[in-house]
Structures are given as structure tokens and as C-alpha cells.
């Protein structure tokens, strides 16, 4: 956990200056996965785990930005667009989704931080209502984002599915809108951070982990539908438990397969419009429309189609089977889900399959699935409230028999969406 007064002395250490804090969760999905991009709907409930910003205005327009995870300060200056690269620490581990290569500059913790400035900043996104930086601006500026000093430290797990990416997005994002006065609707934040992602990480996500990074809250479920972006709360009873078992594999590599999936998903869609015009996302067609379009598309694109069609379903049905209290039903849901993302989208492995499978045997487990884009990070369970201790212990002990990994699980609450943390509540330093 991270303890915000030791941030705000850390900060002081380091800069010198009081800071302002900042902080947004990660997420973990109920059910609902690769439907986001699908116009679909989807079903996370935000962490009790969040990435941290402690942060302060420069009078200039440059971002310093210390991660206390990677033991690296970046330093980016907002006139000229992009990084001045000044790695001040160790350079070893990058995190992020993959690795990192001279030649490639991406995949680095400091790009989300970059991208998300860069978006704010070149988007009309509310003008300034106080005129903090009329001061510093200069004449050829053109962005409405102030220089910060900003200090970062996190306790999502990185490359481990629960959206630690969306969590650095939203909470930097939220920060500096709040620092350089800007009126920024959390909507307008999550598809400012969407952007940042699709175009400084270059992964072609959806909107449900900026949505829910922006709009958790503690003890609900977040109905979110894509399309509209209507959001519907659903309370967590308090009879279930929400189980987050990490696999330990790490998601590397994942964004070139999940840009293929969303590239199989438009195919689809493609060939589904070429009959019927009033498809326009795979969130309009029905299985029958699908299946008679077999023939107009290669089967592996049929395959994700029938995923995404009928996982959007499973959402609307969980939706249904939780607000009524039907913990066996959703537990049913999320055991489909994850069949049809291992067989059908192909987005599953070995070890989140036997993660999945040791679940589904344990005493009090309703259902397991993967969660998050796939290719490694974590399953989630739904679990009778009673039997959570004896459910955790066995499928760490079993996980770790069967793979020789030891995995991280543990109990998360729902918890609420960014927000400015007062200091005067925090423990002093
Ligand atoms: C990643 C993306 C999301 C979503 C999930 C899969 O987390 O960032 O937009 O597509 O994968 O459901």
C-alpha cells in the first residue's frame, strides 16, 4: 500500500516544494473482455490498488517526472512535443507492456506519462478558468498544460492485466488538468488517456480502463456501455468475495496480438456490413447474422466475431444474475467467458487456464475467468464470502504444485475512481 504521507515527504525531499496529491485505481473485469473496442458492454470494478501522483507547477512548461518504481527521472519540455530523454537512474527493467531497444523507443513507463501531457495539451479541453499561466506562457505556445514536477508510485501490478497503464494515464492526466486549471469532465479525461495510449503505446485499446480509472466506485460494479458511455452501478454484495489471482506470466508482447484481434474484430464487421447495413460494430450483430455470414469471412475472424457477440450477451446476463443476487448464474458466465476466450479468441494461456481450472474445483468458487487483455496477468474468481481464506490458501498452494510459480492472490474491494487526495488526511510524514 502506498502510505500518501511518505509520498508527499519524498516529494519534498526530492523537489523541495509542498505537493498536491493525486491518485487512480486499477481494475479488475468482472466479465466482458474484448468488447470494449466492439462497441460491447463490459462489467470491471476499480482496485483498491492505485498509481499516485504527487505533483507541483514549474513556471516554465517543462514535466520532471520521477517513478518511484523504476528508480527513473524523465524530463519532457510541453513547447517542443516530445521527450528530452534525460534518464537520470537505472535503466534496466522498463515495465510497460514489452521491452524496450534503442531503435524503439516505446514501451517505456514515461510514455503514457508523455502521451497523456501531449493529448491534454494539443486538445481544447476546457479552458483555463484561472489564470494561473498567463504569465508563463509565451507567445508561440499553443497548449493550455503547465510544467510540473511530478512524482509517481504505484501498487497495481505491472504487465499483470489490471490496467496499471490506464491508472499512470488517468492519475497524471487528472493532475495536470488540475494543476494548470483546467475543466476537464472525467469522460473527456478517459478519452484523453484512451488517445495517449493508442497513440504513444501504441496499443488500439478501448475506453473500459480509462472509464473505470475515471469513474469507480467503492462497493459497485461499473455497467459501462461503450458505445454511449452510459454507466450503470451495480452494488457488490456483501455476501461474495472478488478473488485476483496473478499468474505471474507477464503480458509482454501483447499489444502487436491485441491490435490483431481488434484488426480480426473489423474484419468481421467488414463482411457482416456488406448484408446487413446497420451493423456498425460487432455490438450490433446477433449470432444468427454471424453464423449466416460464415462464408463471407476466414473462420479464425468467425471465431473472435463469436467471442465478442456472445460475450456481450454473458455481460447483459451477469448484469442481471448479479443485481439479483444469482452468484451461481455469474459464476456460470464467467466459466463461459474464459472458455470462449481461450477457444475462440485465442487470447488465453496455459498457466491462466490452470489458474482458471484449480479455481473451478475449489469449495465457495462460483466462477473464474481471465481478466484483462490475456496472454498472461491474472484470473479473477467470484467467491462465497465464508470460504475466501480457504479459497485463496488452496489455489496458491495447488498454482504453485502444478506450475512451479508462486502467484500472488488476494481479496480486493471496489474501490472509487481518481481524485485529488487531501494531505491534511494523510499520516504526516
Ligand atoms: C485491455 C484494454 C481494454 C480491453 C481489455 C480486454 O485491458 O486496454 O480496452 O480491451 O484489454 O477486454
Redesign the pocket.
Known amino acids: 500500500m502506498i502510505d500518501p504521507g511518505a509520498l508527499a515527504g519524498a516529494f519534498r525531499a526530492r523537489f523541495g516544494r509542498e505537493p498536491r496529491l493525486y491518485r487512480a485505481p486499477g481494475r479488475v473485469?468482472l466479465i466482458g473482455?474484448?468488447?470494449?473496442?466492439n462497441d460491447g458492454f463490459?462489467l470491471p470494478i476499480a482496485l483498491d490498488r492505485c498509481t499516485w501522483v504527487a505533483a507541483a507547477p514549474r513556471t516554465d512548461r517543462a514535466l520532471v517526472v520521477h517513478s518511484h518504481e523504476y528508480g527513473e527521472t524523465v524530463a519532457f519540455d510541453l513547447n517542443h512535443g516530445g521527450p528530452e530523454g534525460r534518464h537520470y537512474a537505472r535503466r534496466g527493467d522498463h515495465g510497460g507492456r514489452g521491452t524496450q531497444s534503442p531503435q524503439c523507443p516505446q514501451r517505456h513507463w514515461s510514455d503514457y506519462v508523455r502521451g497523456v501531457a501531449t493529448v491534454l495539451d494539443q486538445t481544447d479541453v476546457g479552458r483555463p478558468f484561472q489564470g494561473r499561466r498567463g504569465d508563463v506562457r509565451r507567445d508561440d505556445d499553443v497548449g493550455c498544460v503547465n510544467g510540473a514536477d511530478m512524482l509517481i508510485a504505484s501498487d497495481v501490478p505491472i504487465g499483470a492485466?489490471l490496467?496499471s497503464s490506464?491508472a499512470l494515464e488517468v492519475a497524471c492526466g487528472y493532475a495536470m488538468a488540475d494543476l494548470s486549471g483546467l475543466t476537464l469532465d472525467l469522460d473527456r479525461l478517459a478519452r484523453t488517456a484512451q488517445r495517449a495510449e493508442h497513440e504513444f503505446a501504441g496499443?488500439r485499446?478501448?475506453?473500459?480502463?480509462q472509464m473505470i480509472a475515471c469513474h469507480g466506485r467503492k462497493d459497485a460494479a461499473l455497467l459501462l456501455d461503450t458505445r454511449t458511455l452510459g454507466c450503470r452501478w451495480l452494488p457488490v454484495s456483501p455476501a461474495v468475495r472478488v478473488v485476483v489471482c496473478n499468474t505471474m506470466v507477464r503480458h509482454e508482447l501483447a499489444a502487436g496480438e491485441?491490435n490483431a484481434r481488434r484488426a480480426d474484430c473489423e474484419a468481421g464487421v467488414a463482411a457482416l456490413a456488406r448484408t446487413a447495413t446497420s451493423i456498425r460494430a460487432l455490438r450490433d450483430a446477433t449470432l444468427e447474422q454471424l453464423d449466416a455470414a460464415r462464408g463471407d469471412m476466414p473462420a479464425r475472424v468467425h471465431r473472435r466475431c463469436r467471442h465478442v457477440v456472445c460475450e456481450n450477451r454473458r455481460v447483459e446476463q451477469a448484469a442481471a444474475a448479479l443485481a439479483a443476487g444469482d452468484f451461481h448464474r455469474f459464476g456460470a458466465l464467467m466459466d463461459a467467458s474464459h472458455a470462449s476466450l481461450r477457444d475462440d479468441f485465442e487470447v488465453s494461456c496455459p498457466e491462466l487456464d490452470t489458474m482458471a481450472a484449480i479455481l473451478r474445483t475449489l469449495d465457495g468458487v462460483y466462477g473464474a475467468r481471465m481478466t484483462?487483455?490475456g496472454f498472461g496477468g491474472c484470473a479473477v474468481a467470484l467467491v462465497d464470502a465464508a470460504r475466501e481464506a480457504s479459497v485463496r490458501r488452496e489455489v496458491a498452494r495447488r498454482y504453485q504444485a502444478a506450475t512451479g510459480l508462486e502467484p500472488d492472490v488476494w481479496v480486493t474491494t471496489a474501490g472509487g475512481g481518481v481524485g485529488a487526495w487531501p494531505l491534511h488526511s494523510a499520516p504526516a510524514a
Do not use: K, Q, R
Open positions: 473485469n473482455e474484448h468488447t470494449d473496442y463490459v492485466g490496467s490506464a496499443t485499446c478501448g475506453i473500459m480502463d491485441y484483462g487483455g
